[in-house]
């Protein structure tokens, strides 16, 4: 199993960024895929995740401009974000759970303000 997270970057604040993450074997051996983040000196946190029957959940922090989104035929995960503030600045993981968990490497979000 294997999840590569891609598309972080260095965005001005009230900018956008989509995140990807490519999923191997295939998306639907997962219960739940989900992303998190983790900033300098704080804990990793749940940005935003999808269940296998597409029922998403997101942090209060983020609700409203971010989006989670799969893409089955493609084995694709995606979080679309806009309006970046300074405080979406982290390394943001993917993670897919099925009878345990699995971490992609993660990819790194900056927003200047």
């Known amino acids: 199993v294997q999840l590569q997270a891609s598309g972080g970057g260095l965005v001005q604040a009230g900018g956008s960024l989509r995140l990807s993450c490519a999923i191997s074997?295939?998306?639907?051996?997962?219960?739940?895929l989900a992303w998190y983040r983790q900033a300098p000196g704080k804990q990793r946190e749940l940005v935003a995740s999808i269940t296998r029957y597409d029922i998403t959940n997101y942090a209060d922090s983020v609700k409203g401009r971010v989006t989670i989104s799969t893409d089955n035929a493609k084995n694709m995960m995606y979080l679309q974000m806009k309006s970046l503030n300074a405080e979406d600045t982290a390394v943001y993981y993917c993670?897919?759970?099925?009878?345990?968990?699995?971490w992609g490497q993660g990819t790194q979000v900056t927003v200047s303000s």
């Open positions: 993670n897919g759970q099925t009878s345990r968990d699995w």
């Open positions: 074997p295939h998306i639907t051996i997962f219960n739940v």
